[in-house]
């Protein structure tokens, strides 16, 4: 049974979306959460609201993961507040939309835009949190990576290198912090049909990709959030106590493609 009673989480990037799925159910199962906004305080705040009265505690805090100062902010909150650290979840994320075909479309500031929050932001959190997270009975980092990360597709080819190299980030750490007993994985969605998505991309395309998701998927559904948290907290939780360095892809078989009818 999933459990983080007494457990302290940070979740970057959790004002909405699939963060804010993991942080609301996490507080339902009796965790203390860390919530990340970068610029909607009134989301944030609303979740927070939620959180409590599912059960949990959580406080809000403005912090953009990309710059490190403001990482150890996110660390000295949940240090002020519970006074100890359990689980990270590096979630936070950006991309630029631009058809991989179009070399020219991308510049090499788009491409430091993007690492810097991918990979670089998540780098720092474990950085600045190992010292709390050794202390932990059960410490673990999940990282939100994607199948663009596994197959280079996805919104650019910025954001799939981006998110292959959070793979081998996630490969690395395991190793690394193995013998300090901190898990590190991470989960690899496919498309998921957030109001992030909707506003990125507009309706008449967001529903285009979202019909086409449904018809390629084995399980001819596309994802949401909720369907992703799921596998966040399964990693976040004991109840993976023995498994380091995988990436989970949560996608609904998407990436298998439909079946052959033969004959």
Not at 223 to 232: P, T, V
Request: charged share 20%; glycine share 10%.
């Amino acid at each position: 049974m999933l459990d983080f009673t007494n457990q302290t989480a940070i979740i970057t990037g959790s004002s909405t979306g699939i963060g804010a799925a993991a942080a609301l159910a996490m507080a339902g199962l009796g965790g203390r959460v860390v919530i990340n906004y970068a610029n909607n305080a009134e989301a944030a705040a609303t979740l927070v609201a939620a959180c409590e009265k599912a059960g949990g505690e959580a406080v809000a805090v403005k912090a953009d993961v990309a710059q490190e100062s403001n990482c150890q902010a996110l660390i000295d909150a949940a240090m002020d507040k519970w006074g100890r650290l359990d689980i990270v979840v590096n979630n936070a994320g950006t991309t630029k939309f631009m058809d991989h075909d179009d070399l020219d479309g991308l510049s090499k500031q788009d491409f430091e835009d993007i690492y810097a929050l991918n990979v670089i932001g998540a780098y720092q959190m474990v950085k600045l949190a190992r010292k709390h997270l050794k202390k932990s009975e059960a410490p673990a980092i999940v990282n939100t990576s994607s199948v663009a990360g596994v197959r280079g597709i996805g919104s650019s080819i910025a954001y799939a290198a981006s998110k292959g190299a959070l793979n081998t980030l996630t490969l690395s750490l395991a190793r690394a912090l193995g013998a300090d007993n901190i898990r590190v994985n991470a989960v690899c969605p496919g498309f998921v049909g957030t109001d992030w998505f909707r506003n990125a991309l507009g309706e008449d395309a967001f529903d285009r990709i979202m019909k086409a998701q449904k018809k390629v998927a084995p399980l001819g559904r596309a994802g949401d959030a909720d369907d992703i948290r799921g596998a966040i907290l399964f990693f976040a939780s004991r109840m993976s106590q023995h498994i380091t360095g995988q990436l989970l892809v949560v996608d609904g078989g998407m990436l298998l493609g439909m079946p052959q009818k033969l004959g």
